[in-house]
């Protein structure tokens, strides 16, 4: 079977447009970088797609859900992400290989979950049917879209890293910042030596990625910082949406508090170890080529 018969068709249809519009960039130096921008944007909203559908179909319950549907808009959330998931993997736009480690990213999450409403860190205000105690079950999905975007993108964007810090290091850290989700209710809060720690290892790593059709190279930690703001940003479309509330917001809306950045960052962590059991850091060439092919 050949590579291209192995793609999805919507990926077919969009190598296709690829290929006129890079004529048009091709002639003059300002639209190849206008051009390998929109193509930066474009394959960040297509590696992102789990989390965006997840995120419209939040923001669309809350301004169109009839109260008198005799559904509960939390469950009608649940279905729509099993439906989600599936047409994933159905138009093999994620592998089992990564679906069974997002699996790993809705575990947690949902323990973390169950955990942090029973201590008031935040609170989900419907009611719903399909829920574990306080928690709906449409809120693992949320970790497992962070998990999908994570597996994507390195594929998409043909990630590869240098100066990567040993896994089983990464490991010790992951471990150690989800301990500590838990432990700073009763033991000093200790993320900033875990910020610290991150630095350490990846503070001379590099990241390498294709936009279009040249390599282009960032701090990891850059990387990991602009990713925890996105999805900070989801977060708060997230919380206007009523999705979930935190205590502050219990009045009204208010932005989440810039505090919950730190926290995404060290997540960021712990999801990019997570997804290195399926995807193993890929180490960049020191004389990088010109690269032809596209996400795949």
Not at 175 to 202: C, E, K, Q, S, T
Request: with cysteine; net charge positive.
């Amino acid at each position: 079977m050949s590579a291209s018969s192995r793609r999805p068709p919507l990926e077919i249809l969009g190598r296709r447009w690829l290929a006129g519009a890079q004529g048009w960039a091709d002639r003059a130096a300002w639209r190849g970088y206008a051009f390998e921008l929109l193509m930066f944007g474009i394959k960040q909203g297509w590696a992102c797609l789990f989390g965006g559908l997840l995120l419209v179909l939040i923001v669309a319950t809350f301004l169109w859900w009839p109260e008198d549907l005799g559904v509960a808009r939390y469950d009608a959330l649940v279905v729509g992400a099993v439906a989600i998931q599936a047409g994933m993997l159905i138009f093999k736009l994620e592998s089992w290989e990564e679906a069974r480690v997002i699996l790993l990213f809705h575990i947690a999450g949902t323990f973390m979950e169950l955990f942090k409403t029973a201590h008031g860190s935040w609170v989900y205000p419907e009611a719903s049917v399909l829920r574990i105690g306080d928690v709906p079950l449409f809120s693992g999905f949320m970790y497992a879209a962070v998990g999908s975007y994570i597996a994507r993108v390195q594929r998409i964007f043909h990630i590869r890293v240098r100066d990567y810090p040993p896994v089983w290091m990464t490991g010790v850290l992951a471990a150690a910042i989800y301990l500590n989700f838990f432990l700073h209710h009763w033991l000093p809060d200790v993320r900033g030596a875990l910020f610290l720690m991150a630095g350490v290892l990846f503070g001379r790593g590099w990241c390498w990625f294709t936009p279009d059709r040249r390599r282009r190279a960032m701090p990891l930690l850059a990387g990991y910082a602009l990713v925890a703001l996105f999805i900070w940003l989801a977060e708060n479309i997230g919380t206007l949406a009523r999705a979930w509330t935190y205590p502050g917001q219990a009045a009204g809306w208010q932005p989440v508090s810039l505090d919950k950045l730190g926290s995404w960052f060290l997540l960021m962590i712990i999801s990019i170890v997570l997804v290195s059991l399926v995807h193993r850091p890929e180490v960049e060439p020191r004389s990088p080529r010109r690269i032809r092919a596209h996400g795949s």
